[in-house]
Structure formats: C-alpha cells, structure tokens
Nanobody
Framework: QVQLVESGGGLVQPGGSLTLSCAASGTIFSINAMGWYRQAPGKERELVATRSNYADSVKGRFTFSRDNAKNTVYLQMNTLKPEDTAIYYC?????????????WGQGTQVTVSS
C-alpha cells in the first residue's frame, strides 16, 4: 500500500511563492514516476510537472525536484498568478509485473489572490 501526503498549500498574493511537498510512504519502488497535477474549479485535472516535463503555463516559474532518500518530491512555485489557483495533487503511477499502479494524494489548496 502506498500513501501520498501533500503539504505546503495556502493563500499567497500574486507574484508570490510557495513550495509544495509530497511525501510517499509504503512500498515504494521508485519516486521517479511521481508528478504534480492540479484541478481548478470547473476544470479538468491537468498535469503540472514531472521530473522531465512541465505544462506550458508554468514553464520558467515552477520547478520540480525530489529527495530520493526521503521519498519526497517538491514543487517550487514562483511568480504565482491568480490562474494558478487550484487544488494540487501528487501522483505516483507506474507499471510493474504487468500491473499498473496509480496513486493520488488528498490534495492541497493553493489560492493566489490579493
């Protein structure tokens, strides 16, 4: 069983910064397959960042990083905009032995507003 726990969300003014964390516990084979998604009200969940890919809307502003020793990934978010307001979710998805695994955290709210 795998658990993903996000933290670090909150209210921030436009132009501000936040860092999200996602700690994975349980039987973790690798955190290389972890990523960040977000879902704004009335919109579908969308990919924000993985270790090798960023959504166009966040390129140059957000940075994905990881600490393998802590089974934790981070999302450094700079120059935040009101349109970044969403619930941010951590995801771990991989295939092993012919079985696909897909885990989600509970989400953390990020609100960008003055």
């Amino acid at each position: 069983q795998v658990q993903l726990v996000e933290s670090g969300g909150g209210l921030v003014q436009p132009g501000g910064s936040l860092t999200l964390s996602c700690a994975a516990s349980g039987t973790i084979f690798s955190i290389n397959a972890m990523g960040w998604y977000r879902q704004a009200p009335g919109k579908e969940r969308e990919l924000v960042a993985t270790r090798s890919n960023y959504a166009d809307s966040v390129k140059g502003r957000f940075t994905f990083s990881r600490d393998n020793a802590k089974n934790t990934v981070y999302l450094q978010m700079n120059t935040l905009k009101p349109e970044d307001t969403a619930i941010y979710y951590c995801n771990l998805a991989y295939a092993r032995g012919g079985i696909k695994y897909n885990y989600w955290g509970q989400g953390t709210q990020v609100t960008v507003s003055s």
